[in-house]
């Protein structure tokens, strides 16, 4: 089993940036993708970045491309998510995710990954 915990999500100003950041505990070795998701009420799931188990690998959504980045630590049971020029419609709440299954590419699908954080909200304020 695989535990996730997020944190650094806060109340900000539009323009403004945050660092969000997820360790994994547990079975870490049989992490591969780790990734992050958002949700708003009354909305499904929706894919932010993700990174592979090689740290470099990475996918961002197109949503929000230029503004925000994934990283991962090269101990590999910690990924942040840089964002960067917020505006109010990133307002969410930020989950954290990790896959246990070895893909070529992170997967973008929400029911690829295997566990889930609590997650951290995110709110911007215009």
């Known amino acids: 089993q695989v535990q996730l915990v997020e944190s650094g999500g806060e109340l900000v100003q539009a323009g403004d940036s945050l660092k969000l950041s997820c360790i994994a505990s547990?079975?870490?070795?049989?992490?591969?993708?780790m990734a992050w998701f958002r949700q708003t009420p009354g909305k499904d799931r929706e894919f932010v970045a993700a990174?592979?188990?090689?740290?470099?690998?990475?996918r961002i959504a197109d949503s929000v491309k230029g503004r925000f980045a994934i990283f991962r630590t090269y101990a590999r049971n910690m990924a942040y998510l840089q964002m960067n020029n917020l505006a109010p419609e990133d307002t969410a709440l930020y989950y954290c995710?990790?896959?246990?299954?070895?893909?070529?590419?992170?997967?973008?699908?929400?029911?690829?990954?295997?566990?889930w954080g609590q997650g951290t909200q995110v709110a911007v304020s215009s």
């Open positions: 547990g079975r870490t070795d049989t992490v591969y993708a």
């Open positions: 990174v592979g188990r090689d740290i470099v690998t990475t």
């Open positions: 995710a990790a896959d246990s299954d070895l893909t070529t590419a992170p997967p973008f699908q929400a029911n690829e990954y295997d566990y």
